[in-house]
Structure formats: structure tokens, C-alpha cells
């Protein structure tokens, strides 16, 4: 059975869909069935990756990857198994919007078993 996972950061062009090409990679190549999407809190729809989150996963041999930004909504909640935050402030925004899906919401860094802090926003710095 196929297993759903949301990632959700502030505009959905750099953090959230690298982690959800990274993801679905490290899935693929484990031979897991579970599938990646990305939202974002503030997003605008149809935005393309930043040129830093293109940059960034060329250089880890993801190329020619086609995104277009989407806000978060309850239907993608509902659809993912499990919902990672890239910030605290994204999984207590999630929560307080989505509360029937609070239980699936978990920081990013946490849920992996690192230390539980926010991933950064890359947004206006350098590579």
C-alpha cells in the first residue's frame, strides 16, 4: 500500500518541494511505495522552484523536475499519511487550520530523529 507524505514550508518553492524530491528519491531507491508532495502556509499557486532550490538539487543529481506551488489545504491533509513542517511555526499553523489532522503534523527535523530545530528559510541568501 502506497503511503502519502506531506511536506509544508511558508511559499512552497524552496524548502518544502527540495525535501519532497529528495524524499521521493531516497524512496524510490529503497524501494519504498510511498509517494512525496509539498504545500506551502502562504503559498501562491503556480509559482516555479527558486533558482537556489533548482541549484541545490542539481547538484545532488536531481535535474529537469517540474513543481508549480500550491497552497496547503485540508484535501492534501487529508490525502498525505503523514505531514512534516519545515519550522515550528508551519506545524503550529497547520494545526491551528487543519485541527482534524493535528495528530499527522510533526517537524521535519524531529520526526527524523534530529535535534528539533526549524529548517531555515534560504529565502534572499546565498547557495
Not at 524510490?28 to 503556480?46: D, F, K, M, N, V
Request: charged share 20%.
Amino acid at each position: 500500500m502506497t503511503k502519502r507524505v506531506l511536506f509544508v514550508c511558508t511559499g512552497n518553492t524552496c524548502r518544502s518541494p527540495m525535501a519532497q524530491f529528495l524524499f521521493a528519491r531516497m524512496a524510490r531507491e529503497a524501494g519504498l511505495p510511498w509517494t512525496a508532495a509539498s504545500a506551502g502556509i502562504a503559498a501562491t499557486a503556480g509559482a516555479p522552484l527558486s533558482a537556489g532550490a533548482v541549484s541545490a538539487l542539481a547538484s545532488r543529481g536531481l535535474t529537469d523536475l517540474r513543481h508549480a506551488s500550491a497552497p496547503v489545504d485540508a484535501a492534501a491533509l487529508d490525502a498525505a499519511d503523514a505531514v512534516y513542517g519545515l519550522s515550528t511555526e508551519h506545524v503550529d499553523a497547520l494545526k491551528t487550520r487543519f485541527p482534524a489532522a493535528a495528530a499527522k503534523v510533526k517537524l521535519l527535523r524531529a520526526a527524523a530523529g534530529l535535534k528539533p530545530i526549524d529548517v531555515e528559510d534560504p529565502v534572499g541568501e546565498d547557495e
